[in-house]
């Protein structure tokens, strides 16, 4: 949500350019599509734009490759473009590479899935990913986001930021995924009061039934931007694995932090 003392269209005092915001604001609007095209009439809806001008920004960008479409020029997703430049951001953050090799020693010890991800806004979005031995996921998390509130992930991450973080980016409604999900600002500020007491996020079946996690936040910067966290079964998490894995995090996060 913009802050009270916004103006619409301005930022840090310089006015927006409007064809720019729209190209992001298209682009972002294909990334985040559930679905695997969208149609011009859908996009123009979302983003609020005729037709004639967004078709206009659409062939612009489908011809420099950041966006693809059909034979028939009226389904649209998001280009090769995109991916080169998300994979420029991967192989370009320092924080990742020194991250690396302590997901792989805590892959390695835990022989569960672990993750890395990064605070944006009301969501996460995961940097980096490795697979439990006992299942290998169809497909990559990375570069994909989830609300925040909504995993131990962003959980351990909010609970680091200042009070005025909350009200001005997540949503008034939070979204619901599992009968467990934190479901309002109130019942989230009392869980983010606990995870500040003990050190670490846990998302107890909210966003997956059948699957616990636990998130700590790296604090290299203040307040912290990224996060570490392990998923596991209930059926494979045992009181002793529980406190292994929280033992193994905890010592992964210092570890993290130090370098």
């Known amino acids: 949500m913009r802050g009270k003392g916004e103006s619409a269209g301005v930022t840090g005092g310089v006015r927006e350019v409007k064809s720019a915001a729209r190209t992001v604001q298209l682009l972002e609007v294909l990334a985040n599509s559930s679905s695997e095209h969208v149609r011009l009439r859908e996009l123009a809806e979302q983003i609020d734009v005729p037709r004639s001008s967004l078709y206009a920004l659409l062939q612009t960008l489908v011809a420099s490759g950041w966006v693809r479409t059909d034979p028939s020029g009226s389904l649209y997703s998001i280009g090769i473009r995109a991916l080169l430049t998300g994979t420029k951001y991967l192989d370009s953050d320092t924080r990742l590479g020194l991250a690396a090799p302590v997901l792989d020693s805590l892959a390695e010890e835990l022989g569960e899935t672990i993750h890395f991800a990064r605070l944006d806004g009301p969501d996460i979005v995961y940097l980096a990913t490795r697979e439990s031995r006992h299942y290998l ?3 990559s998390r990375v570069g994909r986001r989830l609300p925040a509130h909504a995993a ?4 351990a991450l909010l609970a680091e930021q200042p009070p ?8 008034v409604e939070l979204p619901v995924f599992t009968p467990r999900s934190v479901s309002d600002h109130a019942a989230l500020r009392t869980e983010l009061d606990a995870v500040r007491e003990r050190g670490y996020a846990i998302d107890d079946e909210e966003h997956i039934e059948g699957l616990v996690c636990f998130g700590f936040a790296v604090r290299r910067t203040t307040p912290a931007e990224d996060a570490i966290s392990c998923s596991v ?3 494979r998490l045992t009181r002793e694995h529980r406190e292994h894995i929280l033992r193994a995090m905890s010592r992964a996060r210092d570890e993290l932090e130090r370098r």
């Open 137 to 139: 996921r169809p497909f």
């Open 152 to 155: 131990a992930l962003g959980k």
């Open 164 to 171: 005025e973080y909350l009200e001005r980016e997540l949503p």
């Open 233 to 235: 079964p209930t059926v």
